[in-house]
């Protein structure tokens, strides 16, 4: 103790040394580890930037930004998009607004006889009384539950889908066939629907439509032509072509609603009626002949044209409400 009295302002400096040596200590091992984790983020930052230039495409470096480049492309898609907008067009429902039993049925017969009308103006063969396979609608006055939105939205589609093919100018239309959407279509006729039903994805809903015609090459090109550049979305997806004379005097053919149906041919789902004028008749199917005909001194027949019985899957794509 007489030690520490006689140094007494040694020992106190000694430990205000010794707590500031303490305190230095513990501010620099907390300043090692903050830049320790400082540095190990900057090498994970690092490693990320190694990642990104090494993969393809990549951001980019000085002279090449990628990433402006892909926000150019961005807005070129965009403007793309909405371009083509036009060709995706939805198909008016008939009738417009909110639909009643009553408004549909005066618009129905209404469609249906403009339908009739606008076949005749463009020389297009109808069946007798053709109801565009809305047979089992035409006579109601009321209709299924939950069915007349359905109902009116294949109005329309029928309605667009006819003038297409009446614009084409094709000779006759045989049969349009649709999907079944209401408990009322069950009493209609086979040959008005088709078994084919709407697919759905994440951008569209697709629906089917079986068309069957009759005409030559330049109106099968015409109505092909008409479909690709409608404002509405028309795919066509498969096409089956027959000549008209094989297709109704097949021997063996088999009966059907409407008409005949070839054995071994192509059959739409739910069946494919098929109505001839008289004049056509059973006729034996044709016989091709390997040996081109020959006139008195003419010049060879190579390709004779002949009438064609086409039949068509046809889809609307109706594209799904934008996410907002």
Known sequence: MGWIKRNLFFVIGGAVALA????GGFYIYKD???NTGASAKLNELYGTLKNLQMQKPAPGNAKVDNTAIAKVQQKQVATWIAS???YFQPVPV???????SEAF?????????????EADTSSVTLPPKYDFSFSAERPLVRFAAGSLNPLATQLGEVKAICETVFSARVNALDSIQRMR???DDLAGPQGDYTDQQAITNDLAVLTPYVITFRSFTPELARVISAFATSSNAFVIKAINVLPASAASATPGMTGGPGGYYPPGGYYPPGGMPGRYPPEMGMQPPAVPNSQPATGSGGLQTVLKEQLLRITMEVEIIKLLPKAS
Do not use: H
């Not at 049925?105 to 009308?117: G, I, K, P």
């Open 181 to 183: 959407v209401s408990d």
């Open 20 to 23: 500031l040596l303490g305190a």
């Open 105 to 117: 049925a005066s618009a129905l017969r209404r469609t249906l006889d403009l339908l009739q009308r």
């Open 84 to 86: 083509a907008d036009k």
């Open 94 to 100: 008939i009738p417009a607004g909110t639909v009643t």
């Open 32 to 34: 090692w580890t903050r």
